[in-house]
């Protein structure tokens, strides 16, 4: 597509449900973020993936949070039983990735609250 | 790891120039990126630095020295819109990933 997608944009779930959160990113890139952002701060890396290679996971702040991103393309940030400071805004991100020195693209994001 | 420092918070006048700074500390330094984000929006992409010395467009201008771990973002002729936060990101790492710093939040004044 002509950019990076997340769906959905608004996500509000209850106390200790599981939610899935997805990304299209932009077609022919290969490499992958994920980012959290808390009301006011700055983005929170969660993880990279970068064409077929191990992801990087070093930012998932428990293991509540895992992602997958299936065929080199669309990806899926799930956390499960989640809890009120999961609500976050959940930023995705692609690049063309391997060496070549491109920004990263954003999608709008999906706001999610926890009640 | 890798570690950004920004300032929090600026204040500038409309019309105005500003200068706005980033250290970074990382192994592998393979770039470093201004985004900039409305209040509510998705970051966009302002400047890209990966060797030493100013790039300028427009009004923005971006710096960098490697040795010094330093940036800066510079604004110039300041419009009320510019008001906004504005995130250095520094590419590095074992694995190469972008990591942000937590933004500094401009406001323009008339």
């Known amino acids: 597509g002509a950019g990076v997608s997340q769906s959905p944009s608004n996500k509000v779930t209850e106390k200790g449900k599981d939610v899935e959160l997805r990304c299209d990113p932009i077609?022919?890139?290969?490499?992958l973020y994920w980012y959290r952002q808390s009301l006011g701060q700055g983005l929170e890396f969660l993880i990279y993936f970068q064409g077929n290679s191990a992801p990087d996971k070093s930012g998932l702040p428990s293991d509540r949070f895992s992602a997958e991103r299936t065929g080199g393309s669309v990806s899926t940030l799930t956390i499960q039983r989640t809890q009120q400071e999961d609500s976050a805004v959940y930023l995705c991100?692609?690049?063309?990735?391997?060496?070549?020195?491109?920004?990263?693209?954003f999608g709008q994001g999906t706001r999610l609250t926890v009640v | 790891g890798q570690n950004i420092d920004q300032p929090t918070e600026m204040t500038a006048t409309e019309g105005a120039i500003v200068q706005i700074n980033c250290t970074y500390q990382?192994?592998?330094?393979?770039?470093l990126f201004w985004y900039q984000q409305h209040a509510g929006e998705a970051p966009t992409f302002l400047s890209y630095?990966?060797?030493?010395g100013l790039e300028e467009k427009g009004r923005f201008s971006s710096f960098l020295s490697r040795s010094k771990g330093y940036s800066y973002l510079l604004l110039k002729e300041l419009q009320m819109k510019d008001s906004a936060s504005y995130l250095c990101?520094?590419?590095?790492?074992?694995?190469?990933?972008?990591?942000f710093g937590t933004g500094t939040k401009l406001q323009v004044i008339p």
């Open positions: 991100a692609s690049r063309l990735g391997g060496n070549r020195q491109t920004e990263a693209f």
């Open positions: 077609s022919g890139h290969t490499a």
């Open positions: 990101a520094v590419r590095g790492g074992g694995y190469q990933k972008v990591t």
């Open positions: 630095n990966v060797l030493d």
């Open positions: 990382t192994s592998g330094f393979n770039g």
